[in-house]
């Protein structure tokens, strides 16, 4: 039996909310899967929309490392990763009735075990993008 | 000093016309009407009795001329015309959706929200910013053109093919089925297709477009701007309404099917006026204030949903149907390098 | 694919489209024993063959899950759809079709009735002509034996709905009796069942439930 591999992901913010120009920074690792069955690990900040409509998105910010692009020296696509990126002016999160704007971390791994096809697993954490405080006039 | 109805030589002062432009509507439509009822009379003539050699071409050419300038001309006078506004918008739009502007630095500072264009903007008499209008009905006065074109000539050739007929044949050997099945058919279709046409001009004709104009663009959450709306004509107006409108529209479609649902998630009055006259010596004149709510979403636009904003006049006037314009409204997020909020005004420049 | 989806919202309308698009649900058979059984069908007879049903009553759910079906047993399969929106591309070409039906043991073609009265008639002829495995879905018959014709019964609706929000470890905000009334309304039409579904949970769902990023 096999578990799952395991993906976390941490955002340097314990409430998640972040504004628009803020910096975000972002750690994450995969566990519970070997080092050689690692093919490729993408991260991702985006958006996505949900409701009733067909499904929009927007990548913020994208990287994406395989066992070649990794350096000689630390091969293992499993370990601790960190990127920061600085987030943009829109769009806000939104929660309405029909339409609903999210934004999350998206890890995404490649992975083959023996005797298996490659196989993907994702994992999501979402967070907030607000707007600013109102100004006081 | 109040304007002649008709007048030889017209002159334009500054953004002043001398002569009613009401005239130089009906004169424009009337004209390319005339231009067409020939083209079409003649082209039903010439086919019927085709000469032959150069002289079909030439004469083909020419009457061919004739129909696409008549038409041209019915439609650019309407979307010259005040009313063709919303058409004028349309196109605009439709040709925008092959713009480059996403790739603008507008489009790079607040990605999926739309950008404020001032192609569509124009400056407004009493406020900086007068908005376009987003709903109009173009494509129905086109059909209802094209179809009593259609008909108008489908007409002229079955009278002119049934008096041809009846005048080379033997009087006994004449059919009566063509003009009995075909001739009241299609001379009702045009007739109410012209009548159609015709109520449709009186509306837009005689009832000026209602003029939106803003202090500021773009709009913020929580902000207030003044709203000047203007409206000519003569008109006994029995109610003005004006809401401060937001939509989310979705679109979905699998395989074969499509859905587009819009979804109103504010509707609120901002001005209401009832029972009151317009007139030549006394337009519609008024200026309000509307405030965008403070947690208000900003204008937000994707391949499959938006989130939109607008002003929705509706207008119930004596003696003609009830007229529903919007005008778009583009609200941007609160955010760090925002233009002051104070300041966003008048200054025409893209965001 | 595998997902975990980490969010901060409290609660997720289950109707919302990502679920119930075609492929997202597990499609429950009615009027069939089982999707395994009608690809295991599939591959032993190659046949040439429809799938009938009205609109949103789940042809497109049927395809891809049987298309899943072949996958898993590396069967080669293409889905192909017919329909003409600028979003999907142009429509699919009788030539585009023959190289489908050639590279793959099995095409099935969505929305079959899209495409014009004589694509649709070299497509069958040359499937026959060279016993070529194709399923088409369509609303109506186009003369090749029915492989299944799809109704959506209340039961299967009530399953369908309870799954939803099992799925989502949602409340049971959408009732069976709600279902029931809904589905006297639009009988077969699961898709525009599924739609007010999605209303109701958010007319219902507390205010509490939503984020506070309003």
């Known amino acids: ?137 | ?351 | 694919m595998d997902r975990n989806q980490a969010s901060l919202r409290a609660s997720v309308n289950p109707f919302e489209t990502r679920w119930t698009k075609p492929g997202q649900m597990t499609f429950l058979p009615n009027g069939f024993t089982s999707v395994s059984e009608l690809a295991a069908q599939i591959v032993k007879d190659t046949p040439r063959c429809e799938i009938l049903g009205a609109h949103g009553v789940g042809k497109s759910s049927l395809l891809r899950a049987l298309q899943s079906h072949l996958d898993q047993q590396s069967i080669s399969n293409h889905l192909a759809y017919a329909c003409e929106f600028p979003h999907d591309g142009p429509p699919l070409k009788f030539a585009e079709v023959k190289l489908l039906l050639r590279e793959s043991d099995v095409l099935f073609v969505d929305g079959f009735e899209q495409l014009s009265w004589w694509t649709r008639r070299r497509i069958i002829r040359y499937s026959e002509k060279y016993a070529l495995a194709l399923i088409i879905a369509c609303h109506q018959t186009q003369g090749l034996p029915c492989l299944v014709h799809l109704a959506a019964t209340e039961t299967l609706v009530l399953k369908l709905v309870h799954s939803l929000q099992q799925a989502q470890e949602a409340d049971e905000v959408v009732s069976a009796s709600d279902v029931r009334e809904l589905y006297q309304r639009f009988g077969n039409n699961v898709r525009e069942l599924l739609f007010a579904c999605y209303d109701l949970y958010e007319q219902r769902r507390a205010p509490g439930q939503r984020t506070s990023s309003q």
Not at chain 2, 19 to 34: C, P, Q, R, W
Not at chain 2, 37 to 50: A, D, K, R
Not at chain 2, 162 to 191: D, E, K, V
Not at chain 2, 329 to 336: I, K, Q, R, Y
Request: proline letters at 4%; hydrophobic letters at 40%.
């Open chain 2, 1 to 351: 000093m109040s304007r002649q109805l008709i007048r030889i030589l017209g002159k334009k002062r500054g953004s002043r016309h001398s002569v009613s432009s009401k005239f130089g509507v009906i004169g424009n439509v009337a004209f390319s009407l005339t231009l067409l009822l020939l083209g079409l009379i003649s082209g039903v003539f010439f086919l019927l009795n085709l000469p032959d050699g150069v002289a079909s071409w030439l004469l083909g050419i020419v009457i061919l001329s004739f129909i696409g300038f008549g038409i041209q001309g019915l439609v650019t006078g309407l979307l010259g015309s005040r009313v063709g506004d919303g058409l004028r918008f349309s196109l605009i739009q439709n040709a925008h959706r092959f713009d480059l502007t996403q790739k603008s630095k507008a489009a790079r500072r607040l990605p999926n929200v739309p950008t404020i264009d001032t192609l569509l903007m124009s400056p407004g008499n009493t406020q900086p910013w007068r908005l376009p209008v987003t709903t109009g009905k173009p494509i129905e006065i086109i059909s209802v053109i094209a179809f009593f074109a259609t008909w108008t000539m489908v007409s002229f050739f079955l009278v002119g093919y049934s008096i041809n007929q009846y005048r080379t044949t033997n009087h006994s050997g004449w059919s009566w089925w063509l003009p009995t099945l075909s001739l009241l058919p299609s001379i009702g279709f045009a007739g109410w297709s012209g009548r159609m046409l015709a109520r449709e001009l009186k509306n837009q004709i005689n009832i000026d477009p209602l003029k939106v104009e803003v202090s500021h663009q773009p709009l913020y959450p929580g902000q207030t701007i003044d709203v000047a709306i203007s409206q000519g004509g003569a008109l006994y107006v029995r109610s003005l309404r004006l809401f401060l409108v937001c939509e989310e529209v979705t679109s979905y479609h699998q395989g074969t099917d499509v859905r587009t649902e819009t979804l109103e998630i504010l509707r609120e009055q901002v001005f209401v006026q009832r029972r009151f006259e317009i007139t030549s010596k006394a337009p519609l004149a008024e200026t309000f204030t509307v405030t965008i709510p403070p947690d208000a979403m900003h204008s937000f636009q994707s391949n499959f949903n938006c989130l939109q904003w607008r002003i929705e006049s509706v207008g119930r006037y004596r003696d003609y149907a009830e007229i529903r314009r919007g005008f778009s409204l583009v609200v941007h997020p609160l955010f760090e390098d925002a233009d002051d909020v104070n300041n966003s005004s008048g200054d025409a420049h893209a965001v």
């Open chain 1, 1 to 137: 039996m096999q578990f799952d591999p395991l993906i976390s992901i941490r955002l340097d913010l314990a409430d998640r909310e972040y504004q628009s120009g803020d910096i975000l920074e972002c750690e994450y690792q995969i566990d519970a899967v070997e080092s050689d069955e690692m093919h490729a690990v993408e991260a991702a900040v985006l958006w996505y929309t949900s409701g009733k409509g067909d499904e929009d998105q927007g990548i913020h910010y994208y990287q994406r490392e395989t066992r070649k692009s990794r350096h000689l020296d630390q091969p293992d696509l499993r370990v601790l990763t960190h990127f920061t990126t600085t987030l943009p002016n829109s769009p806000f999160s939104y929660e309405g009735t029909n339409l609903k704007i999210q934004w999350c971390v998206r890890v995404r791994i490649l992975i083959q075990r023996d005797g298996q096809n490659l196989r993907e697993y994702i994992h999501d954490q979402g967070f907030q993008l607000h707007r600013l405080p109102l100004l006081q006039s």
